[in-house]
C-alpha cells in the first residue's frame, strides 16, 4: 500500500486532539480511557495516513508539530461535522417515526396503560405514543382533538369511528380480607355487614344495584366513582364494591373476590375506538386485545 493510503478511522481523530490538549499520553489515557501504547498507536497511524509527523519531543514535554498545529482546526472541524451529521440524522429517525396519539379514562391508565405499553414498545419499537388522560366524554374528545385511538369504558355512539368490544374481564364481588369475613359465604351477607361502593362503572351499575336491592332491601350505597379510590377503601374495610378482578395487585393482602352464589356478576367491556386502519393503529388493536386476554386468565387466578 502506498504511503498515506491506508484507511481513516475516525476514533484517530478524537485521540489526536486530546492528546493535543493534554501533550501528555498518560493524561490522555485517563481521559478517553484508552492505553497509552493505544493512543500511541492511533497517533502513529495517522500520522501515517497523513504523511506528516504531528508531534515532537520538547525538552521537557510532548509538543505539536507546526503541522500538527495546523491539523487541530481541521480535526476539530471534521469532529464537529461528524457529530452534527450524527445529530441531525438521529433526529429525522425521530421525526420519521410512526406515532400514534390515544386518549384513555384514569381507570385505563392506571390498570392498564403502565402493563399494556412496554409490551407494545417492545413489539413495536418504531411506533411512539403520546398518551392524553381524560375524566369524561373521551369519543368527543378522540372527534375535537383527532386523536387516533380512543379507549373507554363508556359505550360508544359515534359511527364516525370504527369500534371494536372487547371483553374487559371477570367481575366479582371485592371484600375486605378479615378473619370474620372468611366466615361469611354468600353476598347478601356482605350487603348487611357493608356499603356497597357503586358507581364505578358507567354502564353496569343500574341494573346492578336492583339486583343487590331485590335480595338485601336496606342496602346502603354509596357512589365513589373512581375504581382505584374504591379498591382503597374496601381494603380499609370501608366498604365492598364489584371489579374486575385484575386490578387486585401482585402481593395484595387486604382485599379478595368473593365467587358469586346469589347475584349474577355483570359483563364488563372496553371499548376500542380507531379513526383508520393503518398499520400501526391495527397493531395496537391486536396487541391490545391480546393483553386484555391475558389479564382475565391472570383476574380469574384470584
Avoid at 405514543?129 to 378522540?142: D, F, H, P, S, T
Wanted: a neutral charge.
Amino acid at each position: 500500500m502506498e504511503k498515506g493510503m491506508g484507511i481513516l478511522n475516525l476514533d484517530w481523530y478524537y485521540t489526536f486532539l486530546v492528546l493535543a490538549k493534554t501533550l501528555n499520553y498518560r493524561k490522555a489515557s485517563e481521559q478517553i480511557h484508552l492505553s497509552e501504547p493505544s493512543i500511541y498507536k492511533q497517533i502513529r497511524n495517522l500520522e501515517y495516513h497523513l504523511n506528516v509527523k504531528l508531534f515532537e519531543k520538547g525538552k521537557k514535554k510532548l509538543q505539536l508539530s507546526k503541522a500538527g498545529r495546523e491539523f487541530v482546526i481541521y480535526a476539530q472541524r471534521l469532529v464537529e461535522d461528524y457529530e452534527q451529521g450524527v445529530s441531525s440524522i438521529r433526529l429525522f429517525n425521530e421525526k420519521s417515526k410512526a406515532q400514534l396519539t390515544v386518549v384513555v379514562s384514569p381507570y385505563i391508565a392506571t390498570y392498564l396503560m403502565y402493563k399494556f405499553l412496554p409490551i407494545f414498545f417492545e413489539a413495536v419499537p418504531q411506533v411512539s405514543v403520546a398518551l392524553q388522560i381524560v375524566e369524561k366524554n373521551l369519543e368527543r374528545q378522540m372527534e375535537e382533538k383527532n386523536y387516533d385511538i380512543c379507549i373507554s369504558r363508556e359505550e360508544p355512539y359515534s359511527k364516525k369511528f370504527s369500534a371494536e368490544k372487547i371483553c374487559e374481564g371477570t367481575i366479582r364481588l371485592c371484600v375486605p380480607n378479615t378473619p370474620e369475613n372468611k366466615l361469611l359465604t354468600e353476598e347478601g351477607q356482605f350487603f348487611e355487614k357493608y356499603k356497597v361502593l357503586s358507581g364505578n362503572h358507567p354502564v353496569y351499575w343500574e341494573n346492578l344495584k336492583r339486583k343487590i336491592s331485590d335480595l338485601v332491601p336496606y342496602t346502603k350505597f354509596m357512589e365513589v366513582n373512581d375504581v382505584q379510590v374504591t379498591e382503597k377503601l374496601v381494603a380499609l374495610n370501608q366498604g365492598i364494591s364489584y371489579l374486575p378482578t385484575y386490578v387486585l395487585s401482585d402481593g395484595e393482602q387486604q382485599i379478595y373476590f368473593l365467587e358469586p352464589a346469589q347475584i349474577l356478576p355483570p359483563l364488563s367491556f372496553t371499548y376500542i375506538l380507531t379513526k383508520d386502519d393503518r398499520d400501526e393503529i391495527v397493531m395496537f388493536k391486536n396487541l391490545f386485545r391480546d393483553f386484555i386476554r391475558k389479564e382475565q386468565q391472570k383476574g380469574n387466578v384470584h
